[in-house]
């Protein structure tokens, strides 16, 4: 079977065409977006509505080029979702321990009182 005609590289291609598609969608969108906003501004002499405006283009732009902000975190770069995610998992995970240590520590303080039942009598 050449590569071609394998299922996994076809599905692969058309998510990639289908990606390529919507970024460039988006892009000339945007591009149209600003162009009325540019003569927006032309026609408008007050320097506060250009600012602001320009400055949430770029922020789009950026968005949709490079995806969500990284930071770097130790050896890996994750993004604000990501971490809040891991952070998720990680207090889960605490709180079933914590939980599995107070049944422990309960089922040891029966015990105990079990067994100074059964030396006072």
């Given amino acids: 079977?050449?590569?071609a005609e394998s299922p996994v590289y076809q599905g692969t291609m058309e998510r990639?065409?289908?990606d390529r598609g919507k970024?460039?969608?988006?892009?000339?969108?945007?591009s149209e977006k600003k162009s009325d906003v540019e003569k927006t501004q032309e026609e408008s002499p007050s320097d506060e509505k250009k600012s602001p405006v320009m400055e949430y283009y770029g922020f789009v732009m950026d968005r949709i080029k490079?995806?969500?902000?990284?930071?770097?975190i130790?050896?890996?770069?994750?993004?604000?979702k990501e971490w809040?995610?891991?952070?998720?998992?990680i207090?889960?995970?605490?709180?079933e321990i914590r939980e599995d240590q107070?049944?422990?520590?309960?089922?040891?303080?029966?015990?105990?009182?079990?067994e100074d039942r059964k030396e006072e009598q």
Avoid: H, T, W
């Fill in 1 to 3: 079977m050449k590569i």
């Fill in 16 to 18: 990639a065409l289908k």
């Fill in 23 to 30: 970024r460039e969608f988006f892009e000339q969108y945007l």
């Fill in 66 to 72: 490079n995806g969500d902000p990284k930071y770097q």
């Fill in 74 to 80: 130790g050896g890996q770069a994750m993004s604000v």
């Fill in 84 to 89: 809040d995610r891991l952070v998720e998992k």
């Fill in 91 to 95: 207090d889960k995970c605490i709180d």
């Fill in 102 to 114: 107070e049944e422990r520590q309960e089922k040891l303080q029966e015990k105990k009182e079990q």
